[in-house]
């Protein structure tokens, strides 16, 4: 098991990097914001969204963001004991939705979703779904990412941010959706070459030594369970302390 953090360089070279690739580029769906259009979420997801912006309200403070899909979106489920003894208490806020890919996540930062709040730390982990979903080509898929990326960095410019990899899926690394999540991984974590960009690998601690993902972390091979939970925190405290300051 091994955690890797790559530090940064400069935001500007990731705002500029992405403005110029969008005016070269065709459009593509990962970086179009869009709501989330799948038939199955259509009761739920804009009323998580609105009663997101509500408690953000309530709450007021919030020093630890936490943005994703469903994997983050978890944290309200199989991993709610772990966030309550890791997080409850460092004033943390989770807009994790369930199958959501990077252009859900742009339309809710660009509808409310961070308005009003000044985190000192932001923890994106994001993509799983533009692979599952269509299987995006790996670079579209990081585009995305770094537009999203990009939008914090305008409505929060003093939050740091933890970039951490796609977390591993399917049973081995023959698994062709993990194959494309690991080509994603190798070209986001150049975005570390930002000053206020961090990212961290903690897959390995996920995986046996051959590469195999276990049903007792992950029942589905993609989703935490609460023990699969308490490995991604465990991993992750040490970034999330330093970035935090603690």
Not at 36 to 47: G, I, L, Y
């Amino acid at each position: 098991m091994r955690s890797r953090v790559v530090t940064s360089f400069v935001m500007v070279l990731i705002l500029n990097s992405f403005s110029k690739a969008e005016e070269k580029s065709p459009k593509f769906p990962a970086i179009q914001a869009e709501v989330q259009t799948a038939e199955w979420a259509q009761e739920w997801w804009m009323p998580r969204h609105q009663q997101k912006l509500r408690d953000l309200k309530k709450q007021q403070r919030v020093d630890l963001l936490m943005i994703g899909d469903s994997i983050t979106h978890g944290w309200e489920g199989a991993g709610k004991e772990v966030w309550e003894r890791y997080y409850a208490q460092r004033h943390a806020f989770n807009i994790g939705f369930s199958g959501d890919r990077t252009e859900q996540v742009l339309w809710r930062l660009g509808h409310g979703a961070v308005d009003g709040i000044s985190p000192k730390l932001a923890v994106i982990m994001i993509g799983t779904n533009n692979t599952g979903h269509r299987q995006d080509p790996p670079a579209e898929t990081a585009a995305g990412i770094q537009a999203i990326i990009a939008q914090l960095a305008e409505k929060l410019p003093e939050t740091q941010v933890l970039l951490l990899s796609i977390f591993p899926r399917g049973p081995d690394a023959n698994d062709k959706l993990r194959q494309i999540n690991g080509r994603i991984n190798q070209l986001i974590a150049k975005f570390a070459d930002a000053p206020q960009v961090t990212y961290l690998d903690i897959n390995d601690t996920f995986l046996e030594e051959d590469g195999t993902l276990p049903k007792s972390i992950m029942n589905d091979r993609l989703h935490p369970n609460a023990h699969g939970y308490a490995l991604w925190a465990a991993a992750m405290e040490p970034a999330i302390k330093q970035l935090l300051g603690e």
